[in-house]
């Protein structure tokens, strides 16, 4: 009897201890906080794998090219020569070092000292602009120009000049490609005469684009002095990456639920109220998810662009330092490829959030 | 036979027909679709003649032409030969006088129950003021019982919800024809007879002629006047005519205790699996 009395007790206890612990924690969140955290585990891991083996493979690399340079000392100079090239290699002397595939950690230092460039450069712009605040109130009151900072471009400027050109490219992608659309998708007719045109031009070379925008930008631009590269390049990047914007929104356009066209035929809809409160509504996810790849081409194609156009941008930043080939040039390229990479991943995060608030129906989303 | 001539009466009296008293007439209507191996006869010599205030229900097997029919009343659909006319007018072409419910609820789903409902009236009534445009819709979205969901997006509600929606749409335009195809297929039983108690009881009021297609015996007797069995197709026509004389109001109960309602059910069920 007793023994019962404590079973059932504990039982109890148990019971509502659970109830306790379920209450703090509902399953369900308790469930998605450990699947959470084992993905972000396994992300984790992923990329110190990622690391390890980058590591692994310039390491590789840097002692074969080293191998070389002693061999190739020997081979035209001599034991003597060899053996100082060995010596200048390991004493790691930034004047004879393997010009090769950059460690993680050479990446990491030169993502710091970029940073730490930034910092300068902005404290020189600050000093600047204190320096010349009277003279600029002046010129600017006898309605002169101001004298404006032209030194260096910072990466960070570097990188706020690619983002700026890639969504002045994308407005202009948008402007073009969503109105376009929108009337191609209505008509059948103009559907197809418009087709070869997409057909056509869609596949259509980044570069190409940037060479058709010169031609016509530079002679827009004859007698005025002032940069032009911005504006090319955003248009190349604009043009380049509309295509599936257009296509996109023609489609959604086109393919409108039939059920919801014969509503709007059964109420005698007018063709302003058609379009603006049954079609465009119901095409704007697939106008969204061809924004959303617009976008990612528009970033994917800035850095050809913008190397081509010599604008101050990420693109031109990655072919001065191949060119260049400083010590240091080939780790600037790879900070650069990341921070590349991932403001393309952090845009595409943006573009899916626009895209889930506009979707009317979640479940279609995948 | 015999209820195809019972059924007759209805209209005519001495073989005259009475026009005034008729709503919807279908007059050797037919339907073909040109297909690579020649023409599809969907229907053909189809004569039809709904009354005003009269509740049809067409039944028929899958296939045999009937939401063509509907179709091509509600202006959707080109006649192929014959007529349609409404109160004596050739239909040439969608318009609100003839209401639709449609089988999938087809609400717009990025708008509210209220504005899907609003989407007809501002249509119907361009001279009413905003505020009277809203009490109209509200009225009919009360009377369908959905007077807490004004604001809710019609993606968010369930499908017996949406189909109420639906209703509450089709009858705020004030049709004088209110078409229905197979409204209530995709629910489960227990939502279609609530949603059959709904339309009944709104029909009750407003009396606009309605034809209804459906599948289901049950509902064909419990909601009309007249039954009308379709032949199966290919030149589908009309087959038989049931005359349903329960009175109105009919309440579910009344109907399921009668004894005629079991004549009924046979007479249909005997016709479908001929």
């Known amino acids: 009897m007793e023994q019962e009395m404590v079973l059932k007790n504990e039982k109890s206890m148990s019971a509502s201890f659970k109830q306790l612990l379920l209450k703090l924690t509902p399953s369900v969140k308790k469930d998605g906080i450990i699947k959470s955290m084992k993905n972000a585990g396994i992300t984790l891991l992923s990329i110190l794998l990622f690391i390890g083996l980058w590591h692994m493979g310039s390491k590789a690399l840097y002692n074969k090219e080293a191998d070389y340079k002693v061999e190739k000392a020997l081979q035209e100079r001599g034991e003597e020569a060899a053996a100082a090239e060995r010596a200048c290699i390991e004493s790691g002397d930034s004047s004879c070092q393997p010009n090769t595939l950059p460690s993680p950690t050479q990446v990491w230092a030169s993502l710091k000292s970029l940073v730490a460039d930034h910092q300068v450069i902005k404290a020189d712009k600050a000093a600047f602009a204190e320096k010349l605040s009277a003279t600029n109130e002046k010129l600017i009151a006898q309605g002169k120009d101001p004298i404006v900072y032209t030194g260096r471009a910072s990466f960070i400027d570097i990188v706020l000049t690619s983002i700026k050109t890639v969504f002045a490219g994308f407005l202009l992608a948008l402007l073009i490609a969503v109105p376009i659309g929108i009337i191609i998708g209505l008509s059948p007719s103009l559907r197809s005469a418009f087709n070869w045109f997409i057909q056509v031009f869609k596949p259509v070379s980044p570069v190409v684009w940037y060479l058709l925008v010169f031609m016509i930008v530079k002679t827009l631009y004859i007698g005025d002095s002032s940069d032009n590269a911005f504006v090319i390049s955003f248009i190349s990047v604009g043009l380049c990456a509309m295509w599936a914007t257009l296509v996109n929104t023609a489609m959604g356009v086109s393919s409108v639920d039939k059920d919801y066209i014969n509503v709007a035929k059964v109420l005698k809809l007018g063709t302003f109220q058609k379009v603006f409160k049954v079609i465009l509504p119901s095409s704007l996810p697939l106008i969204f998810t061809g924004l959303r790849i617009t976008l990612s081409v528009a970033w994917m194609v800035l850095i050809a662009i913008e190397l081509l156009a010599q604008s101050q941008g990420l693109g031109l930043f990655v072919w001065e330092e191949f060119q260049n080939g400083a010590n240091d040039s080939n780790s600037k390229i790879i900070v650069a490829m990341f921070v590349i990479g991932i403001i393309g991943f952090l845009l595409d995060r943006l573009m899916l959030t626009v895209q889930n608030m506009v979707s009317f129906n979640k479940n279609e989303m995948a | ?274």
């Open chain 2, 1 to 274: 036979m015999n209820t195809i001539e019972q059924s007759n009466e209805v209209y005519s009296e001495n073989g005259i027909v009475y026009p005034s008293k008729v709503m919807l007439d279908l007059a050797d209507l037919k339907k073909v679709y040109p297909t690579p191996k020649g023409d599809y006869v969907v229907l053909e010599d189809l004569n039809l003649q709904i009354l005003k205030e009269e509740f049809v229900t067409i039944i028929g097997h899958s296939g045999c032409g009937k939401t063509t029919m509907l179709s091509m009343i509600a202006g959707l659909n080109p006649i192929s030969g014959g007529n349609i006319s409404v109160l004596g007018n050739p239909v040439k072409g969608p318009g609100p006088d003839r209401g639709v419910i449609f089988q999938s609820p087809s609400l717009m789903p990025w708008m509210t129950a209220l504005q899907n409902v609003l989407l007809g009236v501002n249509q119907v009534f361009p001279q009413a003021t905003k505020g009277q445009r809203e009490d109209i819709a509200k009225y009919y979205l009360h009377k369908v019982g959905l007077e807490n969901a004004f604001h809710k997006k019609a993606s968010e509600l369930s499908q017996g919800m949406q189909q109420r929606v639906g209703i509450a749409r089709a009858f705020a335009i004030k049709p004088k024809v209110l078409l229905l195809d197979e409204p209530f297929g995709m629910l489960d039983s227990l939502t279609r007879g609530e949603l059959q108690d709904i339309l009944i009881e709104i029909w009750n009021k407003e009396k606009i002629t309605a034809v209804m297609i459906t599948h289901d015996v049950d509902e064909a007797i419990f909601l009309a006047d007249r039954v009308i069995m379709m032949t199966s197709g290919p030149r589908a026509k009309i087959g038989d005519i049931l005359s349903i004389d329960f009175e109105r109001p009919r309440t579910r109960k009344s109907v399921l205790e009668s004894d005629d309602y079991y004549t009924y059910r046979k007479h249909l069920i005997d016709f479908l699996e001929h």
